[in-house]
Nanobody, 116 residues
Framework: QVQLVESGGGLRQAGESLRLSCAASGSMFSINVMGWYRQAPGKQRELVAFITSGGSTNYGDSVKGRFTISRDNGKNTVYLEMNSLKPEDTAVYYC??????????WGQGTQVTVSS
């Protein structure tokens, strides 16, 4: 089992920044990909960004140029730096990890609220 614990959510005003963290613990299998998804009320969960163990990244179109994902492989931790926040970024943000031979794991989610 792999446990993912998110932290860093909160309330911000539009234009401000916020940093999310997600630490993986438990059975230390190889984590190939770590990423962030988000789900706003009444909407489907969508990809925010992911990063591979080699450092390759991919971003959802709505956050490109504003959000940056990074990863500390030694600490099994992934970060999401969110800049120029918009009210439409309001959602529950979920950490995700793809573990070799084990599948996908999810964190419990952390709320991000951006006021206009």
């Amino acid at each position: 089992q792999v446990q993912l614990v998110e932290s860093g959510g909160g309330l911000r005003q539009a234009g401000e920044s916020l940093r999310l963290s997600c630490a993986a613990s438990g059975s230390m299998f190889s984590i190939n990909v770590m990423g962030w998804y988000r789900q706003a009320p009444g909407k489907q969960r969508e990809l925010v960004a992911f990063i591979t163990s080699g450092g390759s990244t991919n971003y959802g179109d709505s956050v490109k140029g504003r959000f940056t994902i990074s990863r500390d492989n030694g600490k099994n931790t992934v970060y999401l730096e969110m800049n120029s926040l918009k009210p439409e970024d309001t959602a529950v943000y979920y950490c995700n990890a793809l573990v070799a031979g084990k599948g996908a794991y999810w964190g419990q989610g952390t709320q991000v609220t951006v006021s206009s």
